[in-house]
């Protein structure tokens, strides 16, 4: 299958500063990707939609200036935590798919965001 | 609104025992649903979607509208099952994807 490659794997930051993560696709273009969160004993709650080329579609209680999102190219998606506080400490994942509602979406391997 | 519920966080059984991890979820439209898997230390996967109606690795699942359920099965566990199990539904405005809340599934030998 496609592979989906998110950066870092884990990140300690103090908290007021901000954090960039990265959801790269490697062998295929992603018109679509997604940003999940996962609070601990929780499940994977979708934060946000990013299509290329345009702003990114946030889900509800989901603070868009706080959490930004560029998807520039069809390779690549960043999540920038802006000003990160202990309560935005969690595990942040992302998933890419191709064009189309129905083909398949790949996840990232996680990243373990810790603000301290 | 659309969601997804796995009424059991964990779930241990034996060796060649008979699996089924149960979702059940709300939806007023035609959902999509699948299952997927995250082995220890691995990334989340896809194991199987109701479309497809394939058997991946044993398992099977039935969308079964009438109960809004889509329980995985197995005949017989095997211990490399052991993983966390989520269900996932995707609505027709593309796949974007509601996840339940996972089942550890332990296989004991």
């Known amino acids: 299958g496609a592979v989906v490659s998110q950066h870092p794997s884990w990140v300690i930051c103090k908290s007021g500063t901000s954090v960039k993560i990265e959801c790269r696709s490697l062998d295929f273009q992603a018109t679509t990707m997604f940003w999940y969160r996962q609070f601990p004993k929780q499940s994977l709650m979708l934060m946000a939609t990013?299509?290329?080329?345009?702003?990114?579609?946030?889900e509800q209680g989901v603070e868009k200036d706080k959490f930004l999102i560029n998807h520039a190219s069809l390779t690549l998606s960043t999540l920038t935590v802006t000003s990160a506080h202990p309560e935005d400490s969690s595990f942040y994942i992302c998933?890419?798919?191709?064009?189309?509602?129905?083909?398949?979406?790949?996840f990232g391997q996680g990243t373990r965001l810790t603000v301290v | 609104a659309q969601r997804v519920t796995q009424p059991e966080k964990l779930l241990s059984v034996f060796k060649g025992a008979p699996v089924e991890l149960k979702c059940n979820y709300s939806?007023?439209?035609?959902?999509?649903l699948f299952w997927y898997v995250q082995y220890s230390r691995q990334r989340l996967q896809l194991l199987l979607r109701h479309i497809s109606r394939e058997s991946i690795k044993g398992f099977t699942a039935d969308l079964n509208k009438g109960e809004t359920s889509f329980h995985l099965k197995k005949p017989f566990a095997q211990e490399e099952d052991s993983a966390m199990y989520y269900c996932?539904?995707?609505?027709?405005?593309?796949?974007?994807?509601?996840f339940g809340g996972g089942t550890r599934l332990m296989v004991k030998p």
């Open positions: 998933s890419a798919s191709q064009q189309g509602w129905d083909t398949e979406a790949f």
């Open positions: 939806y007023s439209g035609s959902p999509e």
């Open positions: 996932a539904l995707s609505g027709s405005a593309g796949n974007m994807l509601t």
């Open positions: 990013s299509n290329e080329g345009s702003k990114a579609t946030y």
